[in-house]
Nanobody
Framework: VQLQASGGGLVQPGGSLRLSCAASGSIFSISHMGWYRQAPGKQRELVATIGQGGTTNYADSVKGRFTISRDNAKNTVYLQMNGLKPEDTDVYFC????????????????WGQGTEVTVSS
């Protein structure tokens, strides 16, 4: 699996960004897709995850501001970020877990390359 993330950038406080992450490869299905973020010198932390059936989970710090969604036909996960705050500034990483390949084999856990989000006036 290869993950290609996009959509990061510089935005003013209160603004919005939409991150996308497309998984490529001979994929039959993906169990969980998610977004994590990491600041320099800190541990990577969960932002939001979404199951194959649409069940979502959010970090308390982003509830009510961020929305995660997925397009199973495109093997793509999105993160709509509204009401951005300076403390949302981080490198955002997409993650997929529980990949089933068309061959019938399974893959465990994959990370994208990271996309930088900067919230500043």
């Amino acid at each position: 699996v290869q993950l290609q993330a996009s959509g990061g950038g510089l935005v003013q406080p209160g603004g919005s960004l939409r991150l996308s992450c497309a998984a490529s490869g001979s994929i039959f299905s993906i169990s969980h897709m998610g977004w994590y973020r990491q600041a320099p010198g800190k541990q990577r932390e969960l932002v939001a995850t979404i199951g194959q059936g649409g069940t979502t989970n959010y970090a308390d710090s982003v509830k009510g501001r961020f929305t995660i969604s997925r397009d199973n036909a495109k093997n793509t996960v999105y993160l709509q970020m509204n009401g951005l705050k300076p403390e949302d500034t981080d490198v955002y990483f997409c993650n997929v877990a529980g990949v089933r390949y068309r061959s019938g084999s399974y893959g465990a856990n994959y990370w994208g390359q990271g996309t930088e989000v900067t919230v500043s006036s």
